[in-house]
């Protein structure tokens, strides 16, 4: 129970990353705040978070609206009591088109999702951390701002921005006693990856088996990591286990891309 008592928000509420992770906090004694645009799926999480004995609210959040974060934090401190954990999950991965044919509109808009509204999520959450004299924000960033591909600009220059604000929050609001890491998966297995992999092999006429084995040999592991396997990297920067440990970037990938 490495988490209990604590009082977490997870955004960009999904069957995969968003899930994993909510589950993960409340089987280690987490409350949870389940936030995402759309609802259907965190009311089924909820469900699943108080089948655990954990308590669970769903609140629709949109990390670009100010008000929506501020409503979430709101639901956190007066249903739970306070707040201590910020799982920034959620994402827009950009519009994979090369930088000469993407109006720069559409990298703006990407922008608007993993840097400003990020930003706009932390903000909102930092002030109740304080109150509770401590608290633990994790990034869910990505490999692509480390390993850059063609056709990932947006997402990739998003996310490195990220990066950077990682490190300066952790600087600047250590003195509170908050916490601010990063996480960085490469692909990570699980439906849409399995749709995705099918898709690219359909256009080289070969399986998304094949494409699957392709991307796995370059890992160092030689498998793809599915999101349940990742949320424990966000478990360990939740909790104590990395209570010394701020401002770092952890590669999550299975030894896909290391950084030097």
Avoid at 107 to 120: E, I, K, S
Avoid at 129 to 157: D, L
Avoid at 227 to 249: C, M
Wanted: glycine share 12%; net charge negative; aromatic share 8%.
């Amino acid at each position: 129970m490495l988490l209990e008592g604590k009082v977490a928000i997870v955004s960009g509420m999904g069957p995969g990353m968003g899930r994993d992770i909510s589950l993960l906090l409340a089987e280690h004694g987490a409350d949870v705040v389940l936030g995402a645009r759309r609802t259907e799926t965190s009311d089924e999480v909820a469900e699943e978070v108080r089948a655990l004995g954990r308590r669970a609210e769903v609140v629709r959040l949109d990390i670009t609206d100010a008000a929506s974060c501020a409503a979430a934090v709101t639901v956190a401190t007066e249903r739970f009591g306070g707040l201590d954990i910020l799982v920034n999950n959620a994402f827009q991965d950009g519009n994979r088109k090369a930088f000469m044919e993407a109006p720069l509109e559409e990298w703006r808009q990407t922008m608007d999702v993993n840097f400003w509204g990020t930003l706009q999520m932390t903000r909102a959450a930092v002030p109740s951390m304080i109150e509770r004299s401590g608290g633990r924000i994790v990034m869910v960033n990505t490999m692509s701002a480390h390993r850059i591909e063609p056709g990932f600009g947006a997402y990739a220059a998003s996310k490195g921005a990220l990066e950077t604000a990682t490190k300066t929050l952790a600087v600047e609001l250590g003195v509170h006693g908050i916490r601010v890491n990063g996480i960085h998966p490469g692909y990570i297995w699980g439906d849409s990856v399995e749709w995705y992999f099918g898709y690219l092999g359909k256009k080289r006429g070969i399986s998304g088996e094949e494409v699957y084995r392709e991307m796995a040999d370059e890992t160092s592991l030689k498998y793809l990591p599915h999101s349940s396997e990742i949320a424990g990297s966000v478990l360990f920067f939740a909790s104590d286990l990395s209570k010394p440990v701020t401002g770092q970037s952890l590669d999550v990938n299975c030894g896909h891309w290391m950084a030097p």
